[in-house]
């Protein structure tokens, strides 16, 4: 194991009173602790799954990279490990003597969505740390033996997508110093450029900065107090204090703002904002999200922020971020065929005052046109104009947003008459019987109605549900707002829900002509087992409908959008017929399945809408919903790359005409990153050039040919089966050719390089120019180059260049020439 060695960009542990490494040697009780034996790397110890029937995945780091799911390499030396399976488990088992001991490890996210957890444990004790940052940080946890004995030492990744390395068992005094960063502090979302503290801005524009705070010691944890400093050129605005009250600590009467004015070593003017922070309201394990700031540098150079974090009286973390400028894309256009789905637009934490100053003319650059927020039920007495319908009002004013489709996360809740904050429920006299979702083990959940309750229109369920949602839809109208709540997008149903309550089991026996006494949980998942699903694919088909009824009674015409799986429920109906899968979209304008994958060039996708368009269940001429698939943005961690984003956007609108549309979720996290802004921009410029061809053209594939010049060479990657190996990735090119013979709009070729990296492949286009329809003075427009080609029967491509993808026009006019 060699020296330890810490980002600079941190304050250092030895600063921090701390001078711990992790290394073989008579302080370190583990064996192997940095994977670096000579005898195998991962001599001394096991990785299991937690639960045996679930798939195991991991993976060796190593410092030439493309070992995992990330960027992620060793922390030190030649080794590390990342753990790509859920709830699995690195062990090694040691004799202790009674006493106590400090178990660390330098750990880090490397490819997981959402913020991945560590559990340290030793023996039956654990301990839980939240791990948001791609950037290696030193996670401990102390623990007492008292009995000398061989104990297992384990780290578990709750979730997938977890490098770890560097781990160490030391005897541990009372007297000793702990690590000192107990504290993180990390810009939301956490993964990427950010991670390496740079954070991009536009020029010209107002940057939303979101805070995470994480601890992962509760113990330590006193009442800390940030303080942000920034040079005089950067104005920084909008730390929300109002939200910071609302979540104030024990003790503080109230958060107060304070501005200091100071200058730095060099004599540069600086100012700092200081304000005491927020309760960790969810519990110190988890993190903690509690707003931010936007900061405005006039000048448009590369400048600076710093964020530190003191408690007891100490600064505990303190980080310093470039803030790099960008320039906004020199062409934007909006697609108008093409739904571009912006899904949870704004952040509630951002004050309002900025929200109004950035995100319409944001939302505008990223060439979104189709606005949706999480709004619950209208309430019952009309309510005030809200700060997110104001923000929503100048985008319609001013940058001419027309398309609002709120949506919603529940739809079968409402059920406890006490009420969540966001169902505004009539009082009830008594429960309707068999109304709740009673769950195969016999217990009863109060705060959902079944699906045959629901199914039934059940007069509690409409009250709550129904009546709530038609009062959102007419909403805008009533308030005299310059847009409409033309749409609405219920994942509120993703799944079935199954009820085993009296009622339901009647009426399933009932419809399904079986004796009562026969119908039991038993007998429901094995001898009735497809009877069952089918009745309530049913069912949850039925409760679709009468929202989609409600909705369009409120506003005639109104677009109603499902998000499930992709051909419905996400689980359960697999057996099922397609055509029975798809029941639901009979009632609906557009199915927008979850398809989350992060940087993603692969075809699973793409093959579900290859089978549903051609099993005639996509389509509203076929009866069904057309598609508008959600693509991941962030989850709070991790970034989609712009350019994986422009993979699976052309890939799939090019497969089909039923793809009506692209959405992204979370939204509000792609406000977060400049150049998430600028690449989503030029990916829907893209969009807006070449939609016609997608939406009007006729597929003539035969026309254009794709062979490959040179094979791919042996990298380490993962095999089908998503194990570690090396071995040349398979690419699968296809071509795809619309033709529109129009004037200037004569075909397009779009090229497509499958592979489960971002590996494309050199090749050959070999072109039919007379069935492509070729006349005089016409040429090739590479899309991605921005350049002319010459119109000849054979040309050169190289997709490895230009992220799996070729997008060539036969035209003879220049995108925006007259």
């Known amino acids: ?89 690195l062990r090694q088992n040691v004799k202790l003597d009674a006493g106590d001991y400090l178990l660390t490890v330098w750990a880090r996210n490397n490819g997981c969505t959402i913020s991945p957890r560590i559990q340290l444990a030793l023996g039956d004790q654990k301990h839980l740390a939240c791990v948001i940052s791609d950037r290696y940080r030193l996670y401990y946890a102390v623990f007492k033996v008292q009995a000398a004995g061989e104990y297992p030492v384990s780290l578990i990744s709750i979730e997938l997508g977890l490098a770890v390395d560097d781990i160490s068992l030391t005897r541990y005094n009372a007297d000793d110093p702990l690590p000192g960063q107990y504290l993180h502090l990390d810009l ?58 609302s979540q104030k600590p024990d003790g503080v009467d109230k958060i107060e703002l304070a501005t200091q004015q100071s200058q730095g070593a060099d004599g540069e003017k600086l100012t700092t904002y200081r304000f005491v922070g927020p309760r960790f309201f969810d519990g110190a394990d988890n993190p903690m999200e509690f707003g931010g700031c936007f900061v ?6 590369e400048s600076w922020v710093r964020f530190s974090v003191s408690d007891r009286d100490a600064v ?54 189709v606005w949706s927020e999480y709004f619950g039920p209208g309430p019952r007495k009309t309510a005030p104009v809200h700060a997110d319908e104001q923000v929503m009002a100048k985008a319609a004013v001013a940058y001419g947003i027309r ?57 509690y369920w409409v009250d709550a549900a129904l009546n709530g949602m038609q009062r959102l839809i007419r909403r805008p109208a009533e308030l005299g707002l310059p847009f409409q709540y033309n749409g609405f997008v219920n994942d ?75 051909f419905g429920s996400q689980h359960g109906v697999d057996d099922l017929p397609l055509a029975e899968q798809m029941t639901w979209g009979k009632t609906y304008d557009y199915n927008m399945p979850q398809w989350y994958g992060l940087n993603f060039f692969g075809s699973f996708y793409g093959d579900f809408i290859t089978q549903g368009a051609d099993a005639k269940v996509y389509g509203k001429h076929n009866g069904y919903p057309d598609m508008i698939p959600l693509l991941l943005v962030s989850m709070g961690s991790q970034m989609q790359k712009p350019v994986s984003a422009r993979f699976m956007s052309i890939d799939m609108l090019s497969i089909s005409p039923v793809v009506k549309g692209i959405g992204f ?66 690419v699968r090119t296809v071509c795809r050719v619309h033709v529109l013979n129009q004037p200037h709009r004569q075909a397009l070729i779009t090229v497509v390089s499958h592979c489960n990296q971002g590996v494309g492949e050199p090749g050959d286009l070999t072109l039919d120019l007379s069935g492509l329809g070729a006349k005089p003075g016409m040429f090739l427009y590479d899309h991605l180059a921005g350049k002319k080609l010459p119109l000849t029967p054979k040309l050169g491509i190289d997709t490895r260049n230009t992220g799996n993808l070729a997008v060539l026009e036969i035209t003879d006019r220049l995108p925006d020439s007259e």
């Open 1 to 89: 194991m060699r020296r330890l060695t810490v980002l600079a960009s941190t304050v250092t542990l030895a600063l921090l009173g701390l001078g711990l490494q992790a290394h073989a040697g008579p302080d370190n009780l583990l064996t192997n602790p940095g994977f670096e034996d000579h005898a195998g790397w991962l001599t001394g110890w096991v990785v299991e799954p937690v639960n045996p029937k679930v798939p195991l995945y991991h993976y060796r780091l190593h410092p030439g990279g493309g070992g995992g799911h990330g960027d992620a390499l060793p922390h030190t030396g030649d080794n590390a490990l990342e753990i790509y399976s859920a709830n699995t488990r």
């Open 492 to 566: 509120g149903l993703e799944g079935m829900v199954l009820s085993y309550d009296p009622t339901t089991l009647a009426d399933f026996a009932q419809r399904m002509k079986l004796d009562p006494a026969k119908v039991t949980v038993e007998s429901l998942g094995s001898t009735y087992a497809k009877q069952w699903t089918s009745y309530n694919n049913a069912l949850f088909a039925q409760v679709l409908a009468n929202l989609a009824e409600a909705l369009r009674e409120a506003k005639p015409g109104c677009i109603v959008i499902n998000t499930a799986g992709a």
């Open 403 to 459: 398309e609002f489709w709120p949506n919603f996360s529940q739809l079968l809740g409402g059920a406890d008459a006490k009420g969540v904050y966001y169902w505004d429920t009539a009082p009830r006299e008594k429960d309707d019987p068999d109304m709740y979702v009673v769950h195969a083990d016999g217990s009863v959940d109060k705060d959902m109605f079944n699906m045959r309750y629901a199914a039934g229109r059940g007069r």
């Open 188 to 245: 939301h979302p956490a993964g990427g450029e950010r991670s390496n503290n740079i954070q991009t801005y536009i020029r010209g524009m107002k940057q939303w900065l979101d805070f995470t705070l994480t601890a992962q010691d509760a113990s330590r944890v006193g009442r800390p107090v940030f303080a942000i400093t920034v040079p005089a050129e950067v104005l920084l605005t909008g730390i929300n204090v109002p939200l910071l009250n």
């Open 665 to 730: 979720y979370i939204a509000t996290n792609g406000f977060a990153d400049a150049r998430w802004m600028v690449g989503l921009s030029q990916v829907n410029t893209l969009i807006a050039d070449i939609e016609d061809y997608y939406q009007h053209g006729t597929r003539r594939d035969n026309l254009v040919k794709f062979a490959k010049s040179a094979q791919a060479r042996p990298i380490e990657t993962r095999d089908d089966e998503g194990f570690q190996k090396v071995m040349a990735p398979e």
């Open 296 to 301: 405005e540098v006039p000048t448009g150079v």
């Open 316 to 369: 505990v973390t303190e980080e310093t971020f470039r803030l790099v400028p960008l320039d906004a894309p020199a062409r934007q256009k909006t697609p108008t065929l093409t739904k571009t789905f912006a899904y949870h637009v704004q952040s509630w934490r951002a004050d309002f005052d900025g929200r109004l100053a950035t995100i319409p003319a944001q939302f505008k650059l990223m060439g979104f046109n």
